[in-house]
């Protein structure tokens, strides 16, 4: 389908190309709601845009409210005027995090811990911040589970039984702890990671994963390439 000539293409943030690139507006629609009583208004496009580097296509709103205006001094006429900003988001959400390169190994582990860890990320990019909290609390419970341990035990008998093991030391079951603990907070007590808290969370559940379920086969995998040592000759 063609662009109607009166939609020139703009510049959007492509999931797959990364931000300010050229696309496409194949459709916009732009609704204005007013109150004439005060002057108060919202205004906002609606676009469904295609990307010209790798015709992604991907939907953006770009809205502006009146009274988040701000006035500046133009440098140049030394008058003041009108600054207004415009808050644009996107759909799929914006990666805010992405996932590590071994992940998709996961699958070949188990496809239910590969699905709940994408949901974490999915829930993380949509700034669903309570619930990417319990679905890494999640994705331990089952890792656990696949790692030997029965998942009626409670947190604490996991993380013992997963030091028994050896599949753990003691510095991560310290680590893993705290991370049982913000997901329960998370789940019971109504507490919202803040960005940064959240991301932390994320990195030790991916350092667990992978230490568990992909560097041991890397190692092993890494242990069959190296040579032999030569034997010593006899003298």
């Known amino acids: ?14 999931a797959a190309c990364g931000p ?6 194949v ?5 204005h709601d007013e109150d004439e009583s005060n002057g108060i208004w919202t205004e906002t496009d609606y676009r469904i845009l295609r990307c010209r ?8 709103t770009d809205s502006s409210f009146s009274e988040d205006a701000d006035y500046r001094i133009n440098p140049h006429t030394g008058e003041e005027e009108a600054f207004l900003p415009h808050k644009i988001t996107y759909w ?38 309570v619930l990417s909290a319990i679905g890494i609390r999640t994705v331990f419970d089952r890792a656990s589970e696949l ?11 996991k993380l013992t039984e ?9 510095s991560e079951k ?13 789940a019971h007590r109504g507490w919202k990671p803040e960005p940064e808290e959240l991301d932390t969370m994320t990195s030790i559940i991916e350092a667990f994963l992978y230490r568990a379920f992909i560097l041991d086969s890397a190692a092993k995998h890494l242990k069959s390439k190296v040579p032999t040592k030569p034997k010593r000759k006899a003298t």
């Not at 997963?162 to 003691?170: H, N, P, R, S, V």
């Open 92 to 129: 799929p959400a914006l990666s805010k995090r992405e996932q590590p390169r071994w992940a998709y190994e996961l699958s070949a582990v188990d496809s239910d811990l590969r699905s709940l860890f994408d949901d974490v990320y999915i829930a993380f990019d949509n700034d669903l911040r």
């Open 147 to 157: 790692l030997g341990v029965d998942p009626a035990k409670t947190f604490g008998e």
């Open 53 to 60: 580097g790798c015709e992604e296509v991907y939907f953006q």
């Open 162 to 170: 997963l030091a028994q093991l050896g599949k753990i030391g003691t």
């Open 20 to 25: 300010n690139r050229l696309a496409d507006v």
């Open 27 to 31: 459709a916009n629609y732009r609704k």
């Open 174 to 186: 310290d680590t893993l702890d705290v991370l049982a603990d913000a997901g329960s907070a998370a």
């Open 1 to 14: 389908m063609s662009t109607p000539a009166s939609l020139a293409p703009i510049r959007g943030h492509c």
